[in-house]
């Protein structure tokens, strides 16, 4: 990551704050921008051509953010970006943004892994549950290992709780050849 993309990422995190945006909503409409420009070769032909004048690029831009329903401070960050010429930058600059997003509203990454497939009451008590670990909230990816036989096994950041009936398994195994 550049030194650069931070710089817009604090940048735009610090409007958000200022301008009570929803940070979800907004990550989600950066998102909507960013896989629009992604998939048009024709889009960033014309956003990234430097003999297209500003304004033409400024009235492609506003066609977007209308139809995408963008916040008037998203829509100013991509002309920023756009009229610096770092549009190129722009999914590593939305990289940094997200994770400022995530610790200015508490929010954590988990992986869960489970020996089978969880349904919508497992799912919720497990985040609560994680969420309580993680102090804040918790957004989940869910993984599936048959080889766990039982329970799961959470990893928060870089922290691993085992809570699987292998794990359990091997820490008896284990008490058992130390005894």
């Known amino acids: 990551m550049s030194v650069l993309s931070l710089r817009y990422a604090h940048a735009f995190a610090a409007?958000?704050?200022?301008?009570?945006?929803?940070?979800?909503a907004a990550?989600?409409?950066l998102g909507d921008f960013s896989g629009t420009f992604a998939g048009s070769h024709d889009l960033r032909e014309v956003l990234m051509n430097p003999s297209i004048a500003?304004?033409?690029k400024l009235k492609?831009?506003?066609?977007?953010?209308?139809?995408?329903?963008m916040f008037p401070q998203v829509r100013n960050f991509i002309a920023v970006i756009m009229d610096h010429q770092r549009l190129d930058e722009l999914n590593e600059i939305l990289e940094e943004y997200h994770v400022l997003a995530d610790e200015q509203s508490n929010m954590a990454e988990a992986?869960?892994?489970?020996?089978?497939?969880?349904?919508?009451?497992?799912?919720?008590e497990l985040e609560a549950q994680v969420a309580k670990l993680a102090?804040?909230?918790?957004?989940a990816t869910y993984l599936q290992d048959a080889t766990l036989l039982g329970g799961a096994v959470v990893r928060?950041?870089?922290?691993?709780?085992?809570?699987?009936i292998r794990g359990q398994l091997q820490q008896l195994k284990q008490k058992l050849v130390n005894a």
Request: hydrophobic share 35%.
């Open 15 to 24: 409007v958000a704050a200022s301008a009570h945006l929803d940070a979800v």
């Open 27 to 29: 990550q989600q409409q």
């Open 54 to 56: 500003n304004e033409q």
């Open 60 to 69: 492609v831009l506003d066609a977007i953010a209308g139809r995408i329903g």
């Open 111 to 124: 992986e869960i892994t489970s020996a089978r497939p969880l349904n919508d009451q497992d799912r919720a």
């Open 135 to 139: 102090g804040g909230r918790v957004r």
């Open 156 to 164: 928060l950041g870089s922290t691993v709780y085992d809570g699987s």
